[in-house]
């Protein structure tokens, strides 16, 4: 067979004008401190919901309800502020519970699927930050396991494991209110208390749950000023054995470190720093593995890493050093917010910083993972307030629901409760209300309607489950008016339920009589309908780099395969962007349904899914444009946990301009 050879200059062979270079997933999560022309291949320019992990960027699991109306009625003070986990002494885990509070109380929320939430303490001031509070377990030598809750607006609150019983504690002491407590610990058997806008903290006697407490002056050591805002209890090994040392800061962002026993004795200061401002917050510390992290307007700051000399100026030493430029504006702009808190998830294997949102699109929380050190975001996802109950990570949103992280769909909601109450009936003529029974009899000129006003304002775009027993039926025809829609009629006895899909706010409800209607009506329910979330969308831009390092040629890509590890359902949208474009926005795919299957060779990528078992895939796909530099956006959903290890891409060498 003949064919014919390319030569180039001088007789030579030209080199193949496609070439194929391969960029690996970044592993090494958000970079926003580095150059863009030297940034590594395994960072990113950013990744929504789809996390540096272990293998390669992992999609991050969903949420789905596990309680709702929590404080609904109470108009804002519906919101979610803290999360309360207390896990008791028994094996078999009866004594477990988890708390919601809301700036109006406490509710117990250990029931999955609870739609009405049971308030177990009521605050007395709902204003300001109450309800952004913390919390600590503490036991006893007589073994008996306490839960304690303080916020600045209601003061000390105490849970008894043995009674399953709130109540607000008795200490004493000059000076000391337990009203005015904000913030309570535990360090070597001892209760500690912070006063609000107070530089001292109270302790107790050992194993003290009750009684006087003593004075501790932190705030004549505070270089910066403001109140002192937080003290924790961290574990370390100095090379004399383990120890607790106590950690004070304060809102001008000096941190003081103890050491000892008894405070009255030998508790030295073995050192002070300066972490700069706090934000708004008294939960902005997290312990773990050794480590405690403090959350300022710099960014995260290791206490580690102070007593080991660590600049505290130098941004780039910061566990958050990566993320920082993120994380300072989110802190300049929200700084005076009390959402702001550090949580810890181990099972998923994350760190949170949580940030104040108001509309739930706008929702953003910074991710790092615990074994790489790498950060990732999460967009979308309504975190109030958070924290880890029984391996399992629970927070809750501004309209008084609590979710649990898990599955691999976005927003599954329960079955709401009832909104139809007997006590809210205004009656038209020919009704007669009887508690909760209704008759209409008698032929009229017109329709007749009895009202009820909802317990809460229907939600505009969800489906609503309407359910009634119509009995004695004598004539006419009966519907119910619910959010702007009219039920179907009925006209004979029966067990009645339709859905609709409300197109209008109301929170009232209607039960419409023809003029000729007679009958009688039982059982009727309004209902949010149970609906499964959708499935996760995730964005994601790479870094962007020089194949073969080549940085000042034009290259055109032609051809990007997406190389991934699935077992479900997935699609996105692939391109190159090019010559440091950080901006740029590609389109989102069509949501992948949440059931369904399309067949490989048959289906068009961009427009179906794909189903597979957990294995290797990859998913090809064209591209446009050119450029010196090139970077791999990606835009997609999933309804299983895609893992994304790289891309393989195949492109074209041009001239210097």
């Not at 401190?33 to 960027?57: H, K, Q, R, V």
Request: net charge negative; proline share 4%.
């Amino acid at each position: 067979m003949a064919y014919r050879q390319k030569l180039g200059r001088l007789g030579q062979t030209a080199p193949p004008t496609n070439q194929q270079f391969t960029i690996p997933s970044s592993t090494g999560g958000i970079n926003s401190l580095e150059n863009l022309m030297t940034m590594a291949p395994t960072d990113c320019i950013y990744c929504d919901n789809i996390m540096p992990s272990e293998y390669g960027l992992r999609l991050r699991k969903g949420y789905r309800q596990h309680a709702i109306n929590v404080g609904v009625g109470d108009g804002e003070s519906s919101k979610i502020c803290t999360i309360v986990p207390f896990e008791g002494q028994l094996a078999n885990k009866i004594a477990d519970r988890l708390f919601a509070v809301t700036p109006t109380g406490i509710y117990d929320v250990t029931l999955f699927g609870d739609t009405a939430p049971s308030r177990v303490a009521t605050f007395t001031d709902t204003t300001l930050n109450a309800g952004y509070g913390n919390w600590t377990e503490f036991t006893n030598d007589a073994s008996d396991r306490f839960l304690f809750y303080a916020d600045s607006q209601n003061g000390l609150h105490q849970y008894q494991e043995s009674t399953g019983v709130w109540s607000v504690p008795s200490f004493t002491g000059p000076g000391f209110d337990v009203t005015d407590v904000a913030f309570v610990t535990a360090w070597k058997n001892r209760l500690w208390f912070i006063q609000e806008e107070s530089g001292d903290a109270y302790y107790t006697d050992v194993d003290a749950i009750g009684g006087t407490v003593e004075k501790f002056t932190f705030g004549s050591k505070f270089q910066h000023g403001g109140e002192l805002k937080c003290l924790y209890s961290w574990t370390i090994d100095g090379g004399a054995g383990i120890d607790d040392l106590l950690v004070a800061v304060s809102r001008g962002g000096d941190v003081l470190v103890y050491q000892g026993i008894d405070p009255q004795t030998d508790m030295t200061l073995v050192g002070s720093y300066f972490i700069g401002e706090l934000p708004e917050s008294r939960r902005i510390g997290v312990s773990y593995g050794g480590e405690l992290y403090l959350l300022t307007t710099f960014g995260l700051t290791s206490i580690r890493d102070l007593l080991q000399g660590v600049p505290t100026g130098d941004i780039k030493t910061s566990p958050s050093a990566k993320i920082s430029r993120f994380v300072r504006q989110a802190v300049q702009s929200g700084k005076d917010f009390p959402q702001w808190s550090l949580c810890i998830n181990p099972s998923d294997g994350f760190m949170q910083i949580v940030t104040p949102y108001d509309q739930r699109k706008d929702a953003i929380q910074f991710n790092q993972n615990l074994l790489t050190q790498a950060w990732g975001r999460w967009r979308g996802v309504p975190v109030n307030c958070a924290d880890t109950w029984n391996a399992e990570y629970y927070f809750g949103d501004r309209e008084g629901a609590v979710y649990l992280y898990d599955g691999a769909l976005d927003g599954t909601l329960l079955t709401g409760a009832n909104l139809w109450t007997a006590t809210n009936v205004s009656t038209g003529s020919r009704w007669t209300n009887l508690g909760t029974v209704y008759d209409s009899g008698g032929a009229a000129s017109s329709e007749s309607l009895l009202t009820n006003e909802l317990s809460q304002v229907l939600e505009v775009g969800y489906t609503y489950t309407i359910r009634y027993v119509l009995t004695r039926y004598g004539g006419g025809q009966f519907s119910m008016q619910v959010g702007g829609v009219e039920t179907p009629t009925a006209s004979s006895n029966g067990v009645y339920t339709d859905t609709i899909v409300v197109s209008q706010p109301d929170q009232v409800a209607s039960l419409v009589a023809s003029s000729s209607f007679i009958g009688r009506i039982a059982d009727v329910s309004v209902q949010r309908s149970a609906k499964l979330g959708v499935p996760i969308s995730f964005s994601l831009l790479t870094s962007f780099q020089a194949p073969q390092g080549d940085i000042s040629s034009y290259k055109r890509v032609g051809f990007i395969r997406t190389i991934g590890i699935a077992s479900g359902s997935a699609n996105l949208n692939v391109a190159a962007v090019y010559d440091y474009a950080i901006e740029t926005l590609i389109e989102a795919p069509p949501d992948v349904p949440t059931q369904g299957s399309n067949v490989w060779d048959t289906a068009r990528w961009d427009n179906d899914l794909w189903d597979f078992t957990q294995k290797g895939v990859s998913y090809p796909t064209g591209s446009l444009n050119m450029g010196r530099t090139i970077a791999i956006a990606v835009r997609g959903s999933s309804a299983s946990r895609l893992n994304i290890i790289g891309w393989d891409i195949s492109y074209t060498v041009g001239g210097f301009l």
